[in-house]
């Protein structure tokens, strides 16, 4: 069973949309993000893998990396898989992207911090 962090949830997140499909995720429109919450009975994701990026492909938009991380799949026999890394095109007016992260919640759980552009 999946939970939420109630103590944030209503104040942050009151009008998002909520979809459950093996995991909590919520629509937060102002910043456009995801939260995806891992139950407090949920092991910790494993550290990240060491990924060495290949050189960027050629264009004329200038490309980041962003570095892979443990995905929660709701699945207690494999609550974690690896989601890896990947080139994305960097927006006008921004520099590099700041990758996202787990932080261990309140109630125990772990809460997905998306990343986000710097």
Do not use: K, N
């Amino acid at each position: 069973m999946l939970r939420r962090s109630s103590d944030c949830f209503s104040a942050c997140f009151s009008g998002a949309a909520i979809v459950a499909a093996g995991m909590l995720a919520v629509a937060v429109p102002a910043r456009a993000q995801t939260v995806i919450v891992a139950p407090p009975q949920t092991v910790a994701p494993p550290p990240p893998r060491v990924e060495v990026p290949p050189p960027p492909p050629s264009g004329p938009v200038g490309m980041a990396w962003q570095p892979g991380h443990w995905r929660y799949t709701g699945d207690a026999a494999a609550a974690w898989a690896w989601q890896p890394g990947q080139y994305v095109p960097i927006p006008q007016g921004y520099r590099s992207w700041v990758p996202g992260q787990w932080v261990r919640s309140e109630t125990g759980g772990y809460v997905w911090q998306d990343g986000h552009w710097g």
